[in-house]
């Protein structure tokens, strides 16, 4: 059972739908008694990082999914600013973030405009992995993901990068830390790329 | 490679799928549910689904409906059709649909685009500007599908939304819709080099060949209507797409 935290933040419809569509079992849910329960959490988020750290703070959940996942080893997947949480803070606002993975978000620098491209990156774009991972278990050939975003993590220590994608310039499209997992895509919205990669995540992820 | 979104631009009239030619003559195509499951069995990049009727019928968008639309698309959705308020936009995105497109609203009340900005984010906020070639020759926003001719600039107008909050705009020259005869690039030239955001071309494609001009002239991604629902010379109705490989040869840059 995945368990899709609600804290207010973003649409949880799509995510929902992809992992009804595989036959993974999965829920949402703001409850603490639910979340305390949960085997496997997927961490989603959209807008602003201070929105989504401010919105997770007033769900009261912080201190739960730090024992979760740090203390217990529950296995989490950050999409989106879900995954920017995973880091100790970003560029686009003040607050810290979750802090399990070492490094910073940080906005797409000059020479993205300079190649004439514009801000959000809003789009598909082929990756390149960078190790191992369960999520890409028998992945289909040429794998591409749906991508909406002006920031981009820089993770401190580059074993931590999964995959890599290219805007502009080469930039961390995935992360993952044993456990902790992150997607800057959509996999939700990525076709059978990003149906492969939820399903093991249901499955496979550890 | 820089991958360009290619976006099919499915139209919505009483329930049923149409194509239209100039925003008029509107020929039935098909179940808007199968052709997004078509679409979805394609891998396309995106997809639009537009409620002509919606406004004009003065009427709300169809959540049913969208729910079932969404259920089915696997790709980026966008859902436009008389949105005119913060809580029907709301809807929509608790839907399942990922970018709501406003028309005629962005027009006759700004401060909307702006309040969906802040709440739902700029990426799913889509301001779509319909223009036509006034008698004098002018480029113009119009609304209603086309029947309603305001005096709004398209440039002026797209820089206002831009400001107010859009995330994208959505380009639609009503002159060139359904006619095959490329898409409007001095349209397209003179409002990409004023806007920041992303801009959808729309309106005339006809061959790959167009969506890369688009391009050239500043576009950030293209949609087509007629191309992807009819096979030519004959118009027959068939849903197409064009393969990654085609996409990969002859559109993306390297």
Redesign the interface.
């Known amino acids: 059972m995945v368990t899709i935290i609600d804290y207010g933040v973003g649409?949880l419809?799509?995510v929902l739908?992809?992992f009804k569509?595989i036959g993974a079992e999965a829920e949402v849910s703001s409850d603490k008694k639910t979340i305390e329960k949960a085997t496997k959490l997927l961490l989603p988020g959209?807008?602003?990082y201070d929105t989504c750290v401010a919105k997770l703070k007033q769900s009261g959940l912080m201190d739960l999914l730090q024992k979760k996942v740090i203390d217990e080893g529950t296995p989490v997947l950050g999409v989106c600013v879900g995954m920017q949480l995973l880091f100790q803070g970003s560029d686009e606002g003040s607050l810290q973030g979750l802090g399990w993975i070492e490094g910073r978000v940080v906005k797409f620098n000059d020479l993205v405009f300079e190649m004439g491209?514009?801000?959000?990156h809003?789009?598909?774009?082929?990756v390149l992995q960078k190790k191992n991972s369960q999520l890409m278990k028998e992945m289909y050939p040429?794998p591409?993901f749906?991508f909406?975003h002006s920031f981009h993590a820089q993770p401190a220590n580059s074993e931590d990068i999964l995959l890599e994608a290219?805007?502009g310039y080469t930039f961390m499209a995935a992360v993952q830390k044993n456990h902790i997992a992150g997607v800057q895509f959509?996999p939700?919205?990525?076709?059978?790329y990003?149906?492969k990669l939820l399903e093991n995540f249901a499955y496979h992820f550890k | 490679m820089k991958r360009i979104r290619v976006i099919p631009v499915l139209l919505i009239h009483d329930g049923g799928l149409v194509k239209s030619v100039q925003f008029k003559n509107y020929r039935y195509v098909g179940d808007p549910i199968n052709t997004v499951k078509i679409f979805n069995e394609k891998e396309v990049d995106e997809i639009i689904v537009l409620d002509i009727s919606a406004t004009a019928q003065n009427r709300n968008p169809n959540l049913s409906l969208i729910k079932e639309i969404a259920s089915e698309a696997f790709m980026p959705l966008a859902y436009g059709g008389g949105v005119k308020n913060l809580e029907e936009i709301k809807a929509l995105i608790s839907s399942g649909v990922e970018k709501v497109v406003i028309n005629a609203a962005a027009i006759e009340q700004p401060y909307l685009i702006r309040e969906a900005a802040e709440y739902v984010g700029s990426q799913s906020v889509v301001v779509s500007i319909d223009v036509k070639k006034n008698v004098l020759g002018k480029y113009r926003v119009v609304t209603h599908n086309s029947r309603k001719i305001s005096n709004l600039n398209p440039v002026l107008f797209a820089k206002k939304m831009e400001e107010y909050g859009a995330g994208e705009l959505f380009i639609n020259a009503v002159d060139k819709d359904g006619t095959y005869r490329g898409y409007d690039l001095t349209l397209i030239k003179s409002i990409t080099r004023e806007v920041t955001i992303p801009v959808i071309a729309c309106g005339g494609a006809s061959v790959l060949e167009d969506f890369k001009k688009a391009i050239d002239y500043g576009a950030s991604a293209v949609a087509a209507g007629s191309m992807f629902v009819f096979q030519r010379p004959h118009q027959a109705v068939l849903i197409s797409y064009f393969s990654q490989q085609e996409l990969k040869d002859k559109l993306y840059k390297l």
């Open positions: 649409n419809t799509s739908n992809m569509r959209v807008g602003a491209l514009k801000v959000p809003m789009g598909w774009a082929d040429d591409r749906y909406v290219d805007y959509h939700e919205k990525s076709h059978k990003g149906m």
